[in-house]
């Protein structure tokens, strides 16, 4: 991006858009205005810029879907929505699409000012540490996190912890198998641990997160003028994991081109940033995660069978929880501990435990914790009961769309309130006037709130 103070503006109200416009204007910032968000998408495509203001209702598209398609071409650009019809949901649905702000119509010129302010302090700070750690940014964010340990004591526990011990020291290429929400990534991480190559980075990449363009320049880096946005260069995953360990999650996802490419690095142990001449070499060692059947997909035609057994040298399968289910104790406490931080202690009774044993939990390890989260909220109980247990599981909250069934309406609502501000005040840090702007309420309005559902610390 080659102007750092551009915003784009896309709004249909010509009134507002022309305010907008000279407001921002004055504050020295180049503008480009636009009515229709297919034009302003095409113009961003091209032309990138470090700000999008976006009205929420506009046809043919709507803010969300100009906020998706911005951040699906440039993840780094930030979005502040805006709209007359602002509600707690859409607020915290967009923050959680990737919105930097979300401002509620009618707003005052400095209102608009600061919060444009804001968004261009984040970026000025983002910018500076990436200067400043470009080569050490991955190692860096993985020294400082904190590494929970894999959670369990059923015999196929034990089976995989052994496993993990042996295959650590070894060099080969491993490919863990495992459902969704099973602990792929904590069990790479365990291998890495473990391995001689401990001191060095730990690098994962979602490669069903991006595109095809996005993920090679993700693992092999780019060089300065690439592609469009490519205003520096920029060293890939393989760079990065230089003696370490890759991880590439989700590697059922790649598309038959990038499964090329992959190979050869595989087999040559060479690769080119996009855009590049250079031949550079990485030594790192490669694990795999997948929650797809490799196999069926090389009988189908969809996956490279030679990259298949590059990748699979040693097969690391992690079991469903509903296949450990004497597991389920000890990660309900362990999750009950972890969340007391914000939440005072409770107990699960006897029966309420076994209920937790009795479901089948298709989300796995990941659905219990934010079940337990839920639960912990909520729930007012100090000894949770079996009722309140099964409630929750099959006809209280679903995680998807906030929907309550089988309870008063008042009771309802009041528990819909309180979980959007335990979650607004954690998206916000614990920063109560941050929380009531994503919340879209007063402070005063946030204060009393707290203190009605005895959140106040």
């Given at each position: 991006?080659k ?5 784009v503006?896309i709004?249909?109200n ?6 907008m416009q000279e ?5 020295q910032?180049?503008?480009e205005a ?7 998408l ?5 032309y990138?810029?470090p700000?999008v203001?976006s009205d929420?209702?506009m046809e043919?598209?709507?803010?969300m879907q ?5 951040k699906?071409n440039?993840p780094?650009?930030?979005?502040i ?6 509600t707690?949901e859409?607020?915290?649905?967009a ?8 401002l509620t119509k009618p707003f005052s010129?400095?209102?608009?000012r600061?919060?444009?302010?804001n968004v261009f302090?984040?970026i000025?700070?983002?910018s500076?540490?990436?200067?400043l ?5 991955y190692l860096n ?8 340990e894999?959670?369990g004591?059923s015999p196929?526990?034990?089976e995989?912890?052994?496993?993990i011990?042996k295959v650590?020291v070894?060099?080969?290429t491993i ?6 929400g ?6 790479a ?7 001689r190559r ?5 690098i994962?990449?979602?490669c069903?997160a991006l595109?095809?363009?996005?993920l090679e320049?993700?693992l092999?880096?780019?060089e300065?003028?690439?592609f ?11 760079e990065?994991?230089?003696g370490?360990?890759?991880f ?6 790649i598309s ?5 490419k992959l190979?050869?690095?595989l087999q ?8 590049g ?5 990485s030594?790192?060692?490669i694990i795999?995660?997948?929650n797809?059947?490799l196999?069926k997909?090389?009988q189908?035609?969809?996956f490279r069978?030679d990259l298949?057994?590059?990748?699979s040298?040693?097969?690391?399968k ?5 296949e450990?289910?004497t597991?389920?104790?000890e ?5 009950s501990?972890?969340?007391s931080?914000t939440?005072?202690?409770?107990v699960?009774?006897a029966?309420?435990l076994?209920a937790?044993q009795?479901?089948?939990?298709p989300g796995?390890?990941?659905e219990?914790e934010?079940f ?6 909520i729930s007012?109980e100090e000894t949770i ?20 069934e089988?309870?008063?309406l008042?009771?309802a609502?009041a528990?819909?309130?309180k979980?959007?501000i335990?979650?607004a ?8 006037n941050r929380?009531?702007?994503?919340l879209g ?13 005895g959140?106040?610390?």
């Amino acid at each position: 991006m080659k102007d750092q103070k551009k915003i784009v503006i896309i709004e249909d109200n010509d009134t507002m858009r022309l305010g907008m416009q000279e407001t921002l204007k004055r504050e020295q910032y180049t503008i480009e205005a636009f009515a229709d968000p297919q034009a302003a998408l095409q113009h961003l495509h091209s032309y990138p810029a470090p700000l999008v203001i976006s009205d929420l209702r506009m046809e043919p598209l709507d803010g969300m879907q100009v906020l998706e398609k911005v951040k699906a071409n440039n993840p780094a650009t930030e979005v502040i929505l805006i709209s007359a019809y602002g509600t707690v949901e859409t607020a915290v649905k967009a923050m959680h699409l990737g919105a930097g702000d979300f401002l509620t119509k009618p707003f005052s010129n400095e209102e608009l000012r600061v919060r444009v302010k804001n968004v261009f302090d984040k970026i000025a700070k983002h910018s500076e540490l990436e200067k400043l750690q470009q080569h050490n940014l991955y190692l860096n964010e993985e020294i400082s996190r904190e590494y929970p340990e894999i959670i369990g004591n059923s015999p196929q526990m034990q089976e995989l912890f052994r496993l993990i011990d042996k295959v650590a020291v070894e060099e080969s290429t491993i490919m863990i198998e495992g459902e969704s929400g099973t602990g792929k990534e904590l069990v790479a991480r365990a291998i890495h641990r473990r391995s001689r190559r401990a001191e060095k980075p730990f690098i994962r990449v979602n490669c069903g997160a991006l595109n095809d363009n996005l993920l090679e320049s993700e693992l092999f880096g780019h060089e300065k003028g690439a592609f469009t946005g490519a205003i520096k260069q920029r060293k890939g995953r393989f760079e990065l994991a230089d003696g370490g360990t890759l991880f590439l999650d989700e590697i059922g996802d790649i598309s038959p081109v990038l499964q090329v490419k992959l190979l050869r690095v595989l087999q040559e142990k060479e690769f080119e940033r996009v855009g590049g001449e250079e031949t550079l070499s990485s030594d790192v060692r490669i694990i795999c995660a997948t929650n797809r059947d490799l196999a069926k997909m090389v009988q189908q035609q969809k996956f490279r069978e030679d990259l298949f057994y590059r990748l699979s040298v040693i097969p690391v399968k992690l079991p469903p929880l509903r296949e450990r289910k004497t597991d389920i104790a000890e990660l309900a406490a362990y999750f009950s501990k972890k969340l007391s931080k914000t939440n005072s202690k409770r107990v699960l009774s006897a029966e309420a435990l076994h209920a937790l044993q009795e479901y089948s939990w298709p989300g796995n390890i990941r659905e219990l914790e934010n079940f337990m989260e839920r639960l912990l909220v909520i729930s007012s109980e100090e000894t949770i009961s079996p009722e309140t247990v099964l409630r929750f599981l099959g006809r209280g909250i679903s995680a998807g769309n906030h929907h309550f069934e089988n309870m008063a309406l008042d009771d309802a609502l009041a528990a819909f309130e309180k979980n959007m501000i335990v979650h607004a005040m954690k998206k916000a840090s614990g920063v109560k006037n941050r929380a009531a702007k994503i919340l879209g309420i007063g402070t005063s309005a946030l204060y009393y709130k707290l203190e009605k559902y005895g959140l106040v610390e």
